[in-house]
């Protein structure tokens, strides 16, 4: 029997008090998937016998019930969030309904509990139904033949690929990520039904495609998932103003500015910061609104700040994205002109987005092949309150406001 792969002692706690009061508890999906390819995971998901109310039992007070359409526990480890979810089973045609036109088919509430087996059974794809457990063997259960799917590189459906798609669309997307993150294929039977199936995005909660996007945004994988969802139909529902600019000039440049910041963010020379991934992605409509010359950027001029914080919004759009992160992006950009500037230097020095425009001027300069002596006269970070005292001050959606308007 092969030795077990380590994960942290947290996730090993979490595991051994479940089993200790007697339920199944297996880690499944991604970090399963990244553990049997040498990959350090980012975060664990926990799939148990035990019902959530029997979850919170176990963990006490550490234990938080959440959700409405998919029922689980977060379990608090320290300053760490595990989630715990029940086995479930697939629901009949009229468990899934929740109004009078809905055909049965997409799943609405999925709350109906069952055994690992049928888990397995009711999940998307082969590579994300590996069961793993550290404490005891057999250490793997893998019902669905994912482990020799994963050694292929292969994407591939649990049961009818038209099913699994339609009763989640963001499936789609999900699989697309599969094949820009891992360089994994789709199965010959799940290429057309994602196809048919991408125009379905548009059924599926803002709020969860604008989560969906953060996770995007979060990993070195911009460029490659983009292009995926490009390439089988996909990103017209998805972001419907970058499908649009795809193929033109401000399609190339963004393409070639998400492949650097790619490259750095892998390399850990780039910022996880939300609003500094909205302010790189926009930057490329933007620069197309302002009208700016290729390889160069827009002049201050009246009405800056209204146009590029359309330019933001529509990139997004219908995306829900919190307008406290809106108008960091927009600031973003508007700073960019202003590192050409070095009288402007005190004042943007003072900016809380300046370490972030920064990096982004540092990314355009790269690819545009700018004099990089220039960049090296600005320092890594500023002088506003943020800098100094490691907490972000109460951003000013105002971009008049005379403490941070852009100098």
Same mark, same amino acid.
């Given at each position: 029997?092969?030795?077990?792969?380590?994960?942290?002692?947290?996730?090993?706690?979490?595991?051994?008090?479940?089993?200790?009061?007697?339920?199944?508890?297996?880690?499944?999906?991604?970090?399963?998937?990244?553990?049997?390819?040498?990959?350090?995971?980012?975060?664990?998901?926990?799939?148990?016998?035990?019902?959530?109310?029997?979850?919170?039992?176990?963990?006490?007070?550490?234990?938080?019930?959440?959700?409405?359409?998919?029922?689980?526990?977060?379990?608090?480890?320290?300053?760490?969030?595990?989630?715990?979810?029940?086995?479930?089973?697939?629901?009949?045609?009229?468990?899934?309904?929740?109004?009078?036109?809905?055909?049965?088919?997409?799943?609405?509430?999925?709350?109906?509990?069952?055994?690992?087996?049928?888990?397995?059974?009711?999940?998307?794809?082969?590579?994300?139904?590996?069961?793993?457990?550290?404490?005891?063997?057999?250490?793997?259960?893998?019902?669905?033949?994912?482990?020799?799917?994963?050694?292929?590189?292969?994407?591939?459906?649990?049961?009818?690929?038209?099913?699994?798609?339609?009763?989640?669309?963001?499936?789609?997307?999900?699989?697309?990520?599969?094949?820009?993150?891992?360089?994994?294929?789709?199965?010959?039977?799940?290429?057309?039904?994602?196809?048919?199936?991408?125009?379905?995005?548009? +059924?599926?909660?803002? %709020? =969860?495609?604008?989560?969906? $996007? &953060?996770?995007?945004? /979060?990993?070195?994988?911009? !460029?490659?998932?983009?292009?995926?969802?490009?390439?089988?139909?996909?990103?017209?529902?998805?972001?419907?103003?970058?499908?649009?600019?795809?193929?033109?000039?401000?399609?190339?440049?963004?393409?070639?500015?998400?492949?650097?910041?790619?490259?750095?963010?892998?390399?850990?020379?780039?910022?996880?910061?939300?609003?500094?991934?909205?302010?790189?992605?926009?930057?490329?409509?933007?620069?197309?609104?302002?009208?700016?010359?290729?390889?160069?950027?827009?002049?201050?001029?009246?009405?800056?700040?209204?146009?590029?914080?359309?330019?933001?919004?529509?990139?997004?759009?219908?995306?829900?994205?919190? +307008?406290?992160?809106? %108008? =960091?992006?927009?600031?973003? $950009? &508007?700073?960019?002109? /202003?590192?050409?500037?070095? !009288?402007?230097?005190?004042?943007?020095?003072?900016?809380?987005?300046?370490?972030?425009?920064?990096?982004?001027?540092?990314?355009?300069?790269?690819?545009?092949?700018?004099?990089?002596?220039?960049?090296?006269?600005?320092?890594?970070?500023?002088?506003?309150?943020?800098?100094?005292?490691?907490?972000?001050?109460?951003?000013?959606?105002?971009?008049?406001?005379?403490?941070?308007?852009?100098?």
């Amino acid at each position: 029997m092969a030795a077990p792969l380590s994960v942290t002692p947290a996730v090993e706690s979490v595991l051994a008090r479940l089993q200790d009061a007697g339920h199944q508890a297996y880690i499944v999906g991604g970090a399963v998937r990244d553990l049997l390819l040498d990959r350090v995971p980012k975060d664990y998901d926990i799939a148990t016998s035990a019902t959530p109310e029997e979850v919170r039992h176990v963990f006490g007070r550490a234990a938080r019930l959440i959700g409405r359409r998919f029922r689980l526990a977060h379990v608090y480890c320290g300053r760490t969030c595990y989630e715990v979810s029940t086995f479930r089973r697939e629901p009949s045609p009229e468990e899934r309904k929740t109004r009078a036109t809905d055909d049965g088919v997409m799943i609405w509430q999925d709350n109906q509990f069952g055994t690992l087996e049928q888990d397995a059974r009711r999940r998307d794809f082969t590579v994300n139904a590996i069961y793993y457990n550290p404490l005891r063997e057999p250490h793997f259960r893998d019902d669905c033949g994912g482990i020799p799917d994963l050694r292929a590189g292969l994407v591939r459906a649990i049961g009818d690929p038209g099913l699994r798609l339609a009763e989640d669309p963001v499936r789609v997307l999900r699989a697309l990520k599969l094949v820009a993150e891992y360089g994994f294929r789709l199965d010959s039977s799940l290429a057309t039904p994602v196809r048919e199936q991408a125009p379905a995005l548009s +059924r599926s909660s803002p %709020a =969860r495609l604008y989560e969906e $996007l &953060l996770k995007i945004a /979060r990993k070195p994988y911009c !460029a490659e998932t983009f292009a995926a969802c490009r390439q089988y139909g996909l990103l017209q529902h998805f972001l419907p103003a970058m499908d649009r600019l795809w193929d033109g000039s401000a399609g190339e440049l963004l393409r070639r500015l998400l492949a650097e910041r790619d490259r750095r963010l892998g390399g850990g020379e780039y910022s996880h910061s939300r609003a500094l991934a909205l302010a790189t992605a926009a930057f490329a409509p933007a620069w197309l609104a302002m009208g700016a010359p290729p390889g160069g950027l827009w002049e201050h001029n009246e009405g800056i700040e209204k146009t590029l914080r359309e330019s933001v919004r529509k990139s997004y759009s219908p995306l829900p994205v919190p +307008r406290v992160l809106t %108008a =960091r992006a927009r600031d973003i $950009l &508007l700073l960019l002109p /202003r590192f050409r500037q070095p !009288a402007a230097k005190r004042r943007l020095l003072r900016h809380p987005e300046y370490r972030y425009a920064r990096e982004l001027y540092s990314l355009l300069s790269a690819i545009h092949g700018w004099d990089a002596a220039a960049l090296a006269d600005w320092p890594p970070s500023g002088t506003g309150p943020f800098e100094r005292h490691g907490a972000r001050p109460r951003y000013m959606h105002r971009p008049h406001h005379k403490e941070w308007q852009a100098p």
